[in-house]
């Protein structure tokens, strides 16, 4: 259990009478935390790195959140998430794939991987946690994929008898074990590989490049 015990210096215990507490810069504080945790661990973040890094003192971020738990879980929680709205409609499963996978999007999720890895002791004492981080940062990537799958299958693209829920975790695994486990980048390439080679077969459909070929055919 980590010891959030705070010392006499870590308080600024003088009231402050009369004053509010400005609230404005939450949000690049609790960015600072994000990449402070992506970067460092849970075990090995400290609200002093997160101050630094927000160039905020560190009186004020206890003062807001008084354990680096609740800081931690308040910026996991205002993590933003893509709605289902915004998926591409483009009229091939394919299309949709690929047209989703946008530069900004990747490297974003790669963030949110990295985050969950540095929270894995948190999540350990707290089930809660564990379910809150998960439907923040896995479930939004799993769910545009299933949304994409049964608009295949809506539009006769693909049969109804696929497992959706299964095939629709294949990318986000597979993105996470060559961050998490490989340490290696991804990029747009790869996960356009994952949908032609991996995802469009399973889905029974025709790979990428048989699809291209067959259209200038």
């Not at 661990?41 to 890094?53: F, H, I, L, N, P």
């Not at 539009?155 to 986000?172: C, F, H, K, M």
Request: net charge negative; proline share 6%; hydrophobic share 45%.
């Amino acid at each position: 259990m980590t010891d959030t015990t705070l010392s006499a210096e870590d308080v600024d215990s003088t009231p402050k009478l009369g004053r509010k507490r400005d609230h404005s810069r939450d949000p690049e504080i609790l960015d600072a935390a994000l990449e402070v945790l992506a970067e460092k661990g849970y075990e090995r973040m400290t609200v002093d790195m997160v101050a630094a890094r927000a160039r905020a003192g560190k009186a004020t971020l206890y003062r807001r959140w008084p354990s680096k738990a609740e800081l931690v879980i308040d910026a996991v929680a205002c993590m933003k998430n893509a709605h289902p709205v915004d998926l591409p409609d483009t009229g091939t499963l394919r299309g949709d794939l690929v047209a989703n996978i946008k530069t900004p999007a990747v490297k974003d999720g790669e963030r949110k991987l990295r985050i969950m890895a540095g929270m894995v002791s948190l999540m350990s004492e707290s089930p809660e946690f564990a379910d809150a981080a998960r439907a923040v940062i896995v479930e939004p990537r799993a769910a545009a994929l299933r949304t994409l799958i049964l608009r295949a299958i809506d539009r006769g693209e693909v049969s109804p008898d696929v497992d959706v829920p299964l095939l629709a975790q294949i990318i986000p695994s597979m993105t996470a074990y060559q961050t998490l486990m490989l340490g290696r980048a991804v990029d747009r390439q790869y996960i356009i590989t994952l949908v032609d080679e991996i995802l469009l077969p399973a889905l029974g459909l025709a790979s990428g490049e048989e699809t291209t070929a067959t259209a200038r055919s």
